[in-house]
T-cell receptor
Framework: GAVVSQHPSRVICKSGTSVKIECRSLDFQATTMFWYRQFPKQSLMLMATSNEGSKATYEQGVEKDKFLINHASLTLSTLTVTSAHPEDSSFYIC???????????FGPGTRLTVT | GNSVTQMEGPVTLSEEAFLTINCTYTATGYPSLFWYVQYPGEGLQLLLKATKADDKGSNKGFEATYRKETTSFHLEKGSVQVSDSAVYFCALKNAGNMLTFGGGTRLMVKP
């Protein structure tokens, strides 16, 4: 149980375009989803936290207009990187948790490469 | 604020060697402590956890004990395998549901 999927697993896009990454909880209702960014050989940095039906809370230094997060249902959250640039190339990982448990379940990650 | 400090890697061991990866933390209150493992190209998997002082988390031969007096949660395994090669992250969770991660330690096990 508690499986989280991400799609796509890898994406290459051109500079200036937007790309959407989906995060789904497959067998539970995720009241809260988290988006992390991981640069090569570095730790995970929390970008934002989203609760179903409400606006995401962004960490300091994360541009909310560039990284659009939507948590429209209890099983789906999306991260859209708008007007992507090469410096946005990274590994993006989502996690999900449900009320009363607190533990975060992680997706397999999405590797974004912006050319 | 909360912080987690791990020993820098890479840690290179021969198969069947003893493993220790040090982890210390700074936090207010009584956090829960976690070890996550990340295999190449994949997301994080929870390896083990401990929720209160003196608890020992264990899984797949790995174990770690929550030491409040030394604010530590060192990861140990008695006999590592090549398949254990991965990056290991120590993390804590305090009030709320926010995880704070250490920098990660890369483990390489050679046959």
């Amino acid at each position: 149980g508690a499986v989280v999927s991400q799609h796509p697993s890898r994406v290459i896009c051109k500079s200036g375009t937007s790309v959407k990454i989906e995060c789904r909880s497959l067998d539970f209702q995720a009241t809260t989803m988290f988006w992390y960014r991981q640069f090569p050989k570095q730790s995970l940095m929390l970008m934002a936290t989203s609760n179903e039906g409400s606006k995401a809370t962004y960490e300091q230094g994360v541009e909310k207009d560039k990284f659009l997060i939507n948590h429209a249902s209890l099983t789906l959250s999306t991260l859209t990187v708008t007007s992507a640039h090469p410096e946005d190339s990274s590994f993006y990982i989502c996690s999900a948790s449900y009320k009363g448990v607190g533990e975060q379940y992680f997706g397999p990650g999405t590797r974004l490469t912006v050319t | 604020g909360n912080s987690v400090t791990q020993m820098e890697g890479p840690v290179t061991l021969s198969e069947e060697a003893f493993l220790t990866i040090n982890c210390t933390y700074t936090a207010t209150g009584y956090p829960s402590l976690f070890w996550y493992v990340q295999y190449p190209g994949e997301g994080l998997q929870l390896l083990l956890k401990a929720t209160k002082a003196d608890d020992k988390g264990s899984n797949k031969g790995f174990e770690a004990t929550y030491r409040k007096e030394t604010t530590s949660f060192h990861l140990e395994k008695g006999s590592v395998q090549v398949s254990d090669s991965a990056v290991y992250f120590c993390a804590l969770k305090n009030a709320g549901n926010m995880l704070t991660f250490g920098g990660g330690t890369r483990l390489m096990v050679k046959p």
